[in-house]
């Protein structure tokens, strides 16, 4: 998309693209499956479950980016309770993570600490 203002040229590309958390997905689902369902709303940009590092299995939550927003704000009003797989799923726009107790920079605390002891 090109924009003129002042008899100058601009592109307008849109590089957001809406971010939309889902839950109590059920474990055996893969994302293909999560895509095929999103996709009757609009276009998908990518749709990712997120798994368990060590043994490999779903941990019941995804993520699914769509290009429109009305599209996927459509998504999000007609997904949010349905049944899928025998489970009610919860579908919102995702918000970014805030940096708070939990997580952080991961180098530990607590435990043995040498004291001077003189």
């Known amino acids: ?3 003129v203002i002042d008899n100058k040229t601009y592109f307008n590309f849109k590089q957001y693209k809406m971010n939309i958390y889902i839950g ?3 474990f055996n689902m893969g994302e293909e499956d999560l895509r095929e369902i999103f996709e009757e709303y609009g276009e998908v940009a990518s749709a990712k479950i997120i ?3 060590m043994t490999g ?3 019941g939550f995804g993520f699914v980016e769509m290009e429109d927003d009305d599209n996927a704000n459509n998504a ?3 997904l949010n309770n349905a049944e899928v797989g025998g489970r009610n799923i919860k579908v919102n726009e995702s918000k970014p993570r805030e940096n708070n107790s939990r997580g952080g920079d991961r180098r530990g605390g607590g435990g043995f600490q040498r ?3 003189y």
Do not use: V
């Open 115 to 117: 004291r001077n002891r």
């Open 1 to 3: 998309m090109l924009l």
């Open 76 to 78: 999000i009003q007609e």
């Open 51 to 53: 798994s368990d590092r």
């Open 57 to 59: 299995r779903s941990k």
């Open 24 to 26: 109590n997905l059920p």
